[in-house]
């Protein structure tokens, strides 16, 4: 093939190269358009492709130097992490706490003070605990919680929240009788979270469907977390925290259904109703918190699917934010 012109395998050549460069001159101009794109646009152009969705590391919001007069009441979010279940055995290793206002409308307003502080209980943190929490008991070795601060912090707290009160609130009255007279609520109970569209009631589930993600399971860093979702809007929608409150606000009653039947147990376990074994103070009995609409209706249910007589009178104790989610 000496005789064959060179000129087609040229062409050739001059086509690629023309071809390369063109594709090159593409990607530079992408990576120049996508380099003069703010970190906010790049993230609205990821989201509006529907391929992507994107978290935010949380920010923890900055103490407010003024308080602001439209929002006069006072909310404190607590957090705290055990040596264990029982706060008659287990003791506090970690709390957290971020005062916050708020109105009565339930917006909330600015942070205005926080606590956080370790201490060293009694005995080792098991290790199941620190593979939890990351508390060692190196880093809780001659460490004590300030209470001095902890109840200053508390003390104009018009509500304190939990996520999960009827945790953290047995172990908050066991390290501070500041606790013990003040209104509680509970973020995991008194919010209607599966009407919001949100998967589950895990503090871990809920920040990242608002949009976030934080470090877990260090006390202020949860509070943190709680009080951004809890002022996380869906359109329309009220706050979480303007639900949370309303519901704290109403009074509800706990019904004991002592002496009902051994063989209706399981009827009872079916509806939502609790074992106590009378150790606490309450009936030793069957029991179930409801809210004041329904309460004739659950009294309806013992005496004619439960006690089978009309004339039942089981034991009826009134609960306010002040009473519940105690021990």
């Known amino acids: 093939m000496a005789g064959m012109s060179s000129a087609p395998q040229l062409d050739m050549f001059e086509a690629a190269n023309e071809v390369s460069l063109k594709v090159n001159r593409a990607a530079r101009g992408r990576q120049e358009r996508a380099g003069s794109l703010s970190e906010d646009e790049m993230v609205r152009h990821l989201e509006k492709t529907g391929q992507f969705r994107i978290l935010r590391k949380l920010v923890p919001r900055t103490i407010a130097p003024v308080r602001r007069p439209e929002f006069p009441r006072v909310g404190v979010i607590v957090d705290t992490e055990t040596t264990g279940l029982s706060h008659r055995q287990d003791q506090v290793i970690e709390i957290g706490a971020v005062s916050f206002t708020y109105d009565d409308a339930g917006r909330i307003g600015d942070v205005i003070g926080l606590y956080g502080g370790l201490q060293q209980p009694d005995s080792s943190i098991p290790p199941e605990i620190t593979r939890l929490t990351g508390i060692s008991d190196t880093m809780v070795e001659g460490q004590a919680i300030d209470l001095d601060l902890l109840d200053q912090l508390i003390e104009p707290a018009d509500l304190v929240i939990a996520h999960n009160a009827r945790f953290d609130r047995p172990f908050c009255e066991a390290l501070s009788p500041i606790f013990k007279d003040k209104p509680w609520a509970c973020s995991v109970s008194e919010i209607d979270w599966s009407g919001r569209s949100f998967e589950g009631t895990k503090l871990g589930y809920l920040i990242g469907q608002a949009g976030y993600f934080h470090d877990g399971h260090r006390a202020v860093d949860d509070c943190f977390a709680l009080l951004a979702v809890l002022d996380t809007q869906d359109g329309e ?21 002592e002496h009902s039947p051994f063989e209706m147990k399981d009827n009872l376990k079916a509806r939502g109703y609790r074992w106590s074994d009378g150790s606490d ?22 005496r004619s699917e439960i006690y089978r007589w009309h004339e039942a009178d089981p034991p009826v104790k009134r609960l306010t934010a002040f009473d519940r989610f105690r021990a």
Not at 239 to 246: D, K, W
Not at 281 to 302: F, H, N, Q, T
């Open 237 to 257: 929608e009220e706050l979480p925290f303007a639900e949370l409150y309303q519901t704290s606000q109403r009074s509800r009653a706990r019904v004991f259904a």
């Open 281 to 302: 103070g309450r009936p030793k009995s069957w029991w179930i918190e409801v809210d004041e609409e329904s309460l004739a209706d659950e009294l309806d249910y013992l």
